[in-house]
C-alpha cells in the first residue's frame, strides 16, 4: 500500500501561483511513477503531468504546458506541482497517484490516490 496526502491547495487570483505537495507513505516512493489529476465539477477526472521513478522525465497536458512544473524528490517521498500563470479554468480538484514502475496518463492506470485538494482560481 502507498499512502498519498496531498497539500498547498487553496484560492487564487487569475495569473498568481499555487504550489501543491504530495506526500507518500509505505511501500518504496521511488518504485512509482507519479502522476497528478485534477477533476472540476461536472466533469471526468483529468491528467496534468506525470513524472518517472527517477525524475529524469516528465509529461505535461496540452493545457498545462510551460505553466506547471511536476517534480519529485525521493529522499522526501514528496513530489510537487508547481503551478503558475493559473487561469480559472484551472480550478479543480487535484489528486496524486502513483502507478507502479511505469508512467500513465489515464486514471485507471494508477494504482494508489491521495484525497485531493481543492484549487480554486478565481477571474
Known amino acids: 500500500q502507498v499512502q498519498l496526502v496531498e497539500s498547498g491547495g487553496g484560492l487564487v487570483q487569475a495569473g498568481g501561483s499555487l504550489r501543491l505537495s504530495c506526500a507518500a507513505s509505505?511501500?518504496?516512493?521511488?518504485?512509482?511513477?507519479m502522476g497528478w489529476f485534477r477533476q472540476a465539477p461536472g466533469k471526468e477526472r483529468e491528467f496534468v503531468a506525470a513524472i518517472t521513478w527517477s525524475g529524469d522525465s516528465t509529461n505535461y497536458a496540452d493545457s498545462v504546458k510551460g505553466r506547471f512544473t511536476i517534480s519529485r524528490d525521493n529522499a522526501k517521498n514528496t513530489v510537487t506541482l508547481q503551478m503558475n500563470s493559473l487561469k480559472p479554468e484551472d480550478t479543480a480538484v487535484y489528486y496524486c497517484?502513483?502507478?507502479?514502475?511505469?508512467?500513465?496518463?489515464?486514471?485507471?492506470?494508477?494504482?494508489?490516490w491521495g484525497q485531493g485538494t481543492q484549487v480554486t482560481v478565481s477571474s
Open positions: 509505505g511501500r518504496t516512493f521511488s518504485n512509482y511513477a
Open positions: 497517484a502513483a502507478r507502479y514502475q511505469s508512467r500513465g496518463y489515464y486514471w485507471y492506470e494508477y494504482d494508489y
